[in-house]
């Protein structure tokens, strides 16, 4: 099948009723909780796990593949008139575009902000069109070795480019993978770290956790936090459209933030808010001769939509490709993948051609959609900003424990998530991020099943991840990534990136 070929598959998949509507729900949720700050695309995905067990599988995954890229479009809106990320990967937007808001000029940095996204988010989706299959059909020859140390590079690359301490996120990958194994073990039949409860015989529950470090961790941890001061722009906004000079000002900005974000989001531990960040500190060096940066620069503005946009997008590459995430969104998505019966890997462009590619022109569709519904709405955005958080948490709760019960009807599982709940807390107060525990529950088994098939191929010869070279050269990028990491100096620069001061 031809990529022609492949895409018209994709459009007739995509355009149906209920992938159209899936992908329009998608979008809307995702910008209503990138203008809501305080929730993220995580916490909203790993709430609406259980939702997607009555939704088709195609369908279900443009939904949460559109609440991850409509975040990003959210989160500029009230960084820009309220001086409030509603996304983390929006941070960097409020430098310069609250002051463009200031200076009456919040218009043409909210179109801006949707114009840079989509053309991002469409030179991305093209990325993935070409790049998809060829990455497929490589990883098609990929042995059980092949497959472990490529995981093992990923784990250790999500490790360096997390936010925080290096150690502390090797640390969080070790309790994942101990988590990931919690359980049966499929071979032998032996139960591991269940304490004899047979609530565990199973494993841990992919939703239980996530949606209890992600969800009920960050309604607690923002009820701990003072109410906001929100100033709301209260002029009406006028002259949406940019000007040509803006136009051409920010080309430049647009083409380097959509590559530096492709880029960073195919890297695993990449994603949208390193993009951002990135892409503004790049731009702020080499266009900022005149000192305005932070003064109300619409390039501070297209440079981090594009670069946040593209880095969601081509994200999509190595989770359908490898099954690899490369962010904790892309962790759920597997999940969700795994919870309606589907391997993920290189399997899925062959066995499953109409998911691949519908979830691939639905990206694209969705971008237009966002472009389209975004800044006619931006009125009704600012306004939910006034709804009280103490009113939201509650229904959020609510929504958690049902959504969690539904799917065995057990209590223990409710019990479960309010524990991880606790947990994630914790770790959020002593500054551990809980992302890479996440990739490491993911990937926990999945590294275990392929290290010992290699080992029982191999007669149990540990040498053979060192003997084949595509193993080899792995394992040998994942010590560099360890080792170079460790360089004072760019352990600096490392830091400064995540620095949210012009």
């Known amino acids: 099948m031809d990529i022609l070929s492949s895409l018209m598959l994709g459009l007739t998949t995509a355009v149906s009723p209920v992938n159209l509507m899936m992908c329009t729900l998608g979008v809307l949720v995702g910008t209503l909780i990138g203008v809501l700050p305080g929730i993220g695309p995580i916490a909203t995905i790993a709430m609406l796990l259980p939702l997607t067990f009555s939704l088709p599988p195609v369908g279900a995954l443009i939904m949460l593949a559109g609440i991850y890229y409509g975040a990003q479009y959210g989160g500029s809106t009230t960084a820009i008139l309220v001086n409030l990320p509603g996304e983390a990967s929006s941070v960097v937007t409020t430098i310069d575009g609250h002051q463009m808001a200031l200076k009456g000029r919040a218009g ?174 790049m731009e702020k060096k080499i266009s900022d001769k005149n000192g305005t940066f932070g003064k109300g620069d619409i390039r501070g503005v297209a440079a981090p939509e594009a670069a946040n946009n593209a880095a969601a997008q081509t994200s999509f590459i190595p989770m359908l490709t490898l099954g690899l995430p490369s962010n904790a969104t892309m962790a759920l998505m597997i999940g969700a993948m795994t919870i309606h019966g ?77 524990a991880f709940g606790l947990v994630g807390l914790a770790l959020h107060r002593f500054g551990c991020d809980p992302v890479p525990l996440l990739l490491g529950f993911i990937l926990g088994p999945m590294m275990e099943e392929n290290l010992r098939r290699a080992l029982l191929l191999s007669a149990g010869d540990m040498t053979v991840f060192f003997t084949r070279p595509l193993s080899l050269a792995f394992l040998v990028v994942s010590v560099l990534l360890v080792v170079v990491s460790l360089l004072p100096a760019l352990t600096r620069k490392r830091e400064q990136v995540f620095v949210d001061e012009p």
């Open 342 to 418: 589907i391997a993920p890997g290189p399997q899925v462009m062959t066995q499953q051609p109409a998911l691949f590619w519908g979830l691939i022109v639905s990206m694209w569709i969705g971008n237009l959609l966002l472009l389209v519904i975004n800044l006619p709405l931006v009125g009704v955005w600012v306004k939910l900003l006034k709804v009280p958080y103490r009113l939201l948490f509650p229904a959020i709760v609510l929504f958690c424990v049902t959504g969690v019960y539904v799917i065995n009807l057990s209590v223990e599982e409710v019990y479960m998530m309010a």
């Open 108 to 281: 043409p940095a909210l179109a801006m902000a949707a114009i840079s996204s989509f053309l991002a988010g469409t030179v991305a989706t093209i990325l993935v069109v070409v790049a998809g299959p060829k990455l497929a059909s490589l990883a098609n020859h990929f042995g059980a070795t092949e497959y472990f140390s490529l995981m093992v590079l990923g784990l250790v690359a999500a490790t360096v480019l997390s936010s925080g301490a290096i150690l502390k996120s090797l640390g969080m990958v070790i309790v994942g993978l101990l988590l990931g194994l919690v359980g049966t073990d499929v071979n032998t039949g032996a139960q591991r770290f269940t304490f004899g409860l047979p609530v565990l015989a199973d494993g841990l529950g992919f939703v239980p956790l996530a949606m209890g470090m992600f969800g009920v961790a960050e309604i607690i941890n923002n009820l701990g936090k003072p109410v906001e001061q929100r100033s709301l722009l209260t002029e009406k906004i006028s002259g949406l459209m940019p000007t040509l000079a803006d136009f051409k000002a920010s080309a430049g900005a647009i083409l380097r933030g959509t590559g530096l974000g492709s880029i960073l989001g195919v890297l695993p531990g990449g994603g949208p808010t390193l993009a951002s960040f990135s892409a503004y500190v």
